[in-house]
């Protein structure tokens, strides 16, 4: 983890979908004041003080993964169009799934590795902070509104989350 980032390990950009989707109560004033004041990011016991909030209103979190990718604040729409038109469907998932670290998420680590009709993707919390299922839970449900956006009407990502780790597995039919 970059030094920089201590203390502040997620970008506010990367959350501003879920905040403005969850709604937060008055107990969280105080934070959304100064992210509307142009605080760039929070730390993790932060995020997962949020992410408590998600659990409390939520019997499926992947919900909150999915209005994310489709809220219409999400850059990530546009750019995953645009992956899946330039690159092969494999590159493109790659591309699309492969956090920015540090810069989003300066706490997590993730290794990506492809070949046809299948991409894993390996997330590791890193040892100095603690785990928070619900997060894995809104990767899942962006990852399964991810797919209809590069046209992958057939493929299906599975999780395994333990600990610190979560293992999601892409699967797909290849395309010619």
Known sequence: MREEYADREVAVEAIRPLLTIVQLDADHAQLMTEIDGGRERISWDELCALLDVVAERSQDPREFGAQVINSALYKFQRRA????????????????????????????????????GRVDVVTHIVDR?????????????AA?????????????????????QAHFVFTYTPRD
């Open 81 to 116: 169009r645009l992956a899946g038109w330039v690159l092969t469907l494999e590159d493109a998932l790659a591309f699309m799934l492969y956090p920015r670290n540090p810069i989003d998420f300066a706490c997590i680590n993730s290794a990506i590795t492809h070949q046809p």
């Open 129 to 141: 902070y603690h785990p928070h299922p619900t997060f894995y839970q809104l990767m899942l449900g």
């Open 144 to 164: 399964e509104a991810f797919l209809p956006l590069l046209q992958l009407d057939d493929a299906n990502v599975e999780m395994a989350a333990q600990g610190r």
